[in-house]
């Protein structure tokens, strides 16, 4: 009978001890395997933000055009305080990295991408900006 690579590693398997588990902290845990599925308490992050400091789209204005700029959303801050409805395809809505995407958010496009380039002017052009840029979805991580 001819034997494989298969039977040999069996072989060696059956030599060696059981493989057991043991509890350490987290700092020991380091390189270890873990001996069963490890869940989250919660969904990181826990609702729906932006990556950047810019601008929030709607759909509408997924192909870029020029804006008035509406308040701006910071981390922390409840989206609906300023847009109650969710954002509206005729203001550009300034969101900072971490806060709470309005409803009707697709797209954020970063300041540094829009021109004049910064959150004080009344009017800012932007690209166009791919549907989901810089999303970062509720449990996403």
Known sequence: MSRTPEHHVEAIRALLPAPGAETVDLHAALGRRTTAPVTAAWDS?????????????????????????????????????????????ATLCPIMTGARLPTGTAAIVPVENTQPGEFTAERVTVPATPAGQFLRLQGSD
């Open 45 to 89: 992050p826990r609702f729906d933000n932006s990556q950047m400091d810019g601008f929030a789209l709607t759909s509408a204005q997924l192909a870029g055009g020029t804006f008035p700029v509406g308040p701006t959303i910071a981390a922390g801050v409840d989206p609906a305080t300023w847009y109650p409805s969710g954002l509206v395809d």
